[in-house]
């Protein structure tokens, strides 16, 4: 799918009905109203989880009882967003069943919760999302936090290659109005922090040109976008965390290639590590696939 289109898509919410689910919904209806896009709820019923235990009440458990009280309680949660929405209850494999729909609907976006105590949620910080962003052609949307509105900021993170090329682009797509950051991260010799005084003015000299010559490899992109530039010194992913806890930034977005094997396991565990250390949303964004 072309990133132009993903703000017209449909909206994908992939949700366990826990309280930490309640965050991701009330995300994913603030972005299909600012988008104007339809909104798809989608809960699925797993075998072997929660509710499939003897003696968990009948509306826990996989049965039509527990079908039609997930159909009710997402109706309750939706009838007022003054959205297009429709709410569908799988059974299966839940990241399966996330991509059959995603697929399947044409969907721009999949937006999920971060939560660990239902079936849904003690996956997603792991085998889930790396099946979704391994698979899925259209950005994953990871909630943590409520939301209060639009976001108001938010930080694309590149280390100038095509995956995080894409990654900007989707932002662009989906967060219309919302000033993003491009922020790089260069690794120092000891891989401790420091400010650009450490470094030679070389250095500091030719990464601000390779910033330009990715910006420049992106004609398409609206204007203003990026709003800010910034490049800090050190290990990428503490700097990323720290930069996001200090400005208060709600949300990240970073680019994850396509890749398969053991480079695939690692590339999973780096999103992993993200989504376990940033104290904001993160959307994780599909790379063009690996040669």
């Known amino acids: 799918m072309a990133t132009q289109s993903l703000a017209a898509a449909p909206i994908l919410l992939a949700t366990d009905l826990s309280a930490q689910g309640d965050r991701a919904l009330d995300r994913a209806v603030v972005m299909a109203r600012t988008l104007g896009a339809p909104l798809i709820a989608l809960h699925v019923l797993e075998p072997g989880g929660p509710g499939a235990v003897p003696g968990a009440p009948s509306w826990h458990r996989l049965s039509d009882a527990h079908r039609e009280w997930a159909r009710y309680r997402l109706g309750l949660d939706l009838d007022r967003a003054g959205l297009a929405t429709e709410i569908r209850i799988e059974s299966g494999d839940a990241a399966e069943q996330i991509l059959r729909m995603a697929q399947s609907a044409g969907c721009g976006l999949?937006?999920?919760?971060?939560?660990r105590n239902e079936s849904l949620g003690r996956l997603l910080l792991g085998s889930t999302v790396r099946r979704l962003v391994r698979q899925l052609a259209v950005p994953v949307l990871v909630v943590k936090n409520r939301p209060h509105g639009a976001y108001t900021e938010g930080i694309v993170a590149t280390d100038f290659s095509p995956e995080s090329g894409q990654a900007l682009r989707a932002a662009a797509a989906l967060l219309p109005g919302t000033p993003l950051t491009l922020f790089h991260a260069?690794?120092?010799a000891l891989g401790m922090p420091g400010d650009a005084g450490q470094v030679s003015p070389a250095l500091q000299q030719d990464l601000q040109g390779e910033v330009a010559r990715f910006l420049d490899n992106m004609k398409e992109l609206p204007p203003g976008v990026p709003a800010r530039r910034t490049i800090?010194?050190?290990?990428?992913?503490?700097l990323l965390?720290?930069?996001?806890?200090q400005t208060r930034c709600d949300l990240v977005v970073a680019g994850a290639q396509r890749m398969k094997g053991i480079m695939g396991a690692m590339v999973g565990s780096v999103a992993e590590r993200l989504l376990e250390a940033l104290p904001s949303d993160v959307m994780l964004v599909r790379g063009p696939?690996?040669?």
Do not use: D, I, K, L
């Not at 800090?232 to 503490?238: A, D, K, L, W």
């Open 232 to 238: 800090q010194y050190g290990e990428p992913e503490t």
């Open 186 to 188: 260069c690794e120092t």
């Open 289 to 291: 696939a690996a040669s």
């Open 241 to 245: 965390s720290e930069h996001v806890f």
């Open 110 to 115: 999949v937006v999920t919760g971060a939560g």
